[in-house]
T-cell receptor, first 112, second 114 residues
Framework: KQEVTQIPAALSVPEGENLVLNCSFTDSAIYNLQWFRQDPGKGLTSLLLIQSSQREQTSGRLNASLDKSSGRSTLYIAASQPGDSATYLC???????????FGQGTTLQVKP | GAVVSQHPSWVICKSGTSVKIECRSL??????MFWYRQFPKQSLMLMAT?????????EQGVEKDKFLINHASLTLSTLTVTSAHPEDSSFYICSARGSGEKLFFGSGTQLSVL
């Protein structure tokens, strides 16, 4: 059974810092991995999608890496801003079932 | 990008009543839609997968008679919480997939059962 773990659960940093969010998964049979952003009481916004054959994806100040063999992904946020404050969710899509399994999320607070 | 519209955004109802939540793909045809629920400060838990024109597939532990899912067209799926009770209070989110790989999520529905 696929399990997705995100560390840390919460993170508070001053504005301008670079930071890394971690995601690990137990079953390497994945089709892809996605990082999402969720604001309080809102739905999800897809940030980056990495195919199982890819190693990383970049979008603006965000960079996500994937090491399928070790079951790990990181989301790197450069020059953090208060507007980046949100919960970041990692999810893997199983290549066996097609289901998306989510981690518990990392709640980020960027202080001005 | 693709848009998934979910309504209502929030609903308050009395215990024992039924509540219907709609999920629409506005600019693409969604062959598959997914329904999740999320408790406060927890992650999303998949409830069921619905494919247009066929019965939904429910995850283990999810009561199919309590959470009725209908995916009657390629742009609409509905989740009906029947005889809602306070323990059903939660945040429900739908997502839809078209021909590509990305999943697009609705804005969620906060259900509060008194």
């Amino acid at each position: 059974k696929q399990e997705v773990t995100q560390i840390p659960a919460a993170l508070s940093v001053p504005e301008g810092e670079n930071l890394v969010l971690n995601c690990s998964f137990t079953d390497s049979a994945i089709y892809n991995l996605q990082w999402f952003r969720q604001d309080p009481g809102k739905g999800l916004t897809s940030l980056l999608l990495i195919q199982s054959s890819q190693r990383e994806q970049t979008s603006g100040r965000l960079n996500a890496s994937l090491d399928k063999s070790s079951g790990r992904s990181t989301l790197y946020i450069a020059a953090s801003q208060p507007g980046d404050s949100a919960t970041y969710l990692c999810a893997v899509e199983s290549s066996n079932t097609g289901k998306l399994i989510f981690g518990q999320g990392t709640t980020l607070q960027v202080k001005p | 990008g693709a848009v998934v519209s979910q309504h209502p955004s929030w609903v308050i109802c009395k215990s024992g009543t039924s509540v219907k939540i709609e999920c629409r793909s506005l600019d693409f045809q969604a062959t598959t839609m997914f329904w999740y629920r999320q408790f406060p400060k927890q992650s999303l838990m998949l409830m069921a997968t619905s494919n247009e024109g066929s019965k939904a597939t429910y995850e283990q532990g999810v009561e199919k008679d309590k959470f009725l899912i209908n995916h009657a067209s390629l742009t609409l799926s509905t989740l009906t919480v029947t005889s809602a009770h306070p323990e059903d209070s939660s945040f429900y989110i739908c997502s839809a997939r078209g021909s590509g790989e990305k999943l697009f999520f609705g804005s969620g529905t906060q259900l509060s059962v008194l």
